[in-house]
């Protein structure tokens, strides 16, 4: 365990730049400052009206967080090329989201929606869907708001600080400045938050290189160190290339993460904070650069093995999350060093606020307006969000004090098998009416078991683990001999694809009756020169479906 008293210059550092995002934090309610905060198109959406580059600073930040940083070179640390799956991902979701955000940014621009359960209800006239995907949204974040936290803690660990309070004080901040300028906080951070990663991942892949004798050795040193056999599993830990047993996995957990990325509810919050549909087309075109660079954090892994660095031990467990905290510390000299740990710090706080955020907000608009107070005003829509965001880091802190954060990390896992099966009812929602509301909260439910199923059928022999051992499941279980494996989320969403797509046959044959659209054709094309805000439609008492 390292020395505190070896970390002073890092510490304090760490700790400067830390209380400067702060003030900033706090100042950003004056940024922009709109006539009130006590709306959610101004607290929880910046008022809707970030340009280009607010926009791309805001999604990357949200995007790439603080666990991004230290989790992807912990993957390739401790299992090889399969820790690459990230960058395709990031790169092929671009193309795929480009029409359904403009879609979507158009017809939330046009209503008022602030979520996507917002959306999904008008769009089926279903309070019961919308409420599932609410549900679906908040808990998919939660444990992504801890592992922020994660990121943070490796930081620190790196640093000889132990213990929780650490933390604790560093989301007191977060809460309070989030709770002050909501969703302009973040925005304002990120620039910050860019410029400090841009710096040290450039000076990363300059400086380390130089110093372990160059690429080739690195990579050398890499496949040397995977090629291992593990005493545990008698197997090697990985490799530098694919194998024919994980190829399919690497493809299906890249396609379903790219599918799955612009669902969170985070995400879109970024996005329904553009101006304008021209806004959202730019960051498309433009936010693969950050998948550059993730490709360059990717690489961090490889340099960690050929360093010989060794993570931390806690608890009799090695925590692979502090390998490149270590590396930046053994690489770099003691004020850099402090300069990349606090660009790893400040990288979990605009991703934790934005979560929140959106967790808050589906809360508010889809449980506490929907079925608590249909009432509401805006100003009391707002407190109710802002007290919801509070909670929402209250309970991500939870998670980190009264859990193995180890489990933290198969939660999040989990929350991106389950956010993939909003899929047919949000992204395939901006395309067609044709699904029958009954048919997508039953393929919902669907696509959630069958991925619960199998994820509770995944063991992990290097880790002990019996259950939830990770994501790619034995094609050999469904009778195929073969060691080849597939993402459980790729495959939970095709069952509920085709459980909708049957039961929308069945439904309409029966002549169920459905929910009303209440949107039409020409909102999925507005621009910011048409009306801003239209009423949700009337609520209504939703038939039962047999």
Known sequence: MPKLSDHYVQLTIFILLFLLVSVMGFLASRWRRPGTLNHLDEWGLGGRSFGPWVTWFLIGGDLYTAYTFVAVPALLYGAGAMGFFAVPYTIVVYPIVFLVLCRLWSVSHVHGFVTPADFVRSRFGSPTLALLIALTGIVATMPYIALQLVGIEAVLKSMGVTGHLPIIVAFAILALYTYSSGLRAPALIAFVKDALIYLVIIAAVIVIPVKLGGWHAIFGKAEAALSAVSPVTHKPRGSVLLTSSNQLQYVTLALGSALALFLYPHSITGVLAAKNRDTIKRNMAALPAYSFVLGLIALLGFMALAAGIKPIVTGGKADSNTVVPLLFDQQFPPWFAGVAFAAVGIGALVPAAIMSIAA????????????????????????????????????????????????????????????????????????????????????????????????YQIPNPANGKAHFGGSGYALSNFGFSTTMTIYVGFVAVIVNLLVALIGTVVLRAGDIPDGEDGTQRPDYFADRDDPEVRDLPELVTEEPVS
């Open 360 to 455: 808050a907000n589906l809360f508010t608009r889809n449980i506490y307006k929907e079925y608590l107070k249909r009432d509401a005003t805006p100003a009391q829509e707002a407190q109710a969000s802002k007290i919801a965001s509070l909670v929402v880091k209250l309970g991500a802190v939870a998670c980190i004090l009264f859990l193995d954060p180890q489990f933290s990390i198969d939660l999040q896992l989990i929350g991106g098998v389950i956010i993939l099966q909003t899929l047919p009812a949000v992204a395939l929602g901006l395309f067609t009416r044709w699904f029958h509301r009954g048919a997508l909260i039953t393929g919902l439910v669907a696509g959630l078991a069958t991925g619960m199923v199998m994820l």
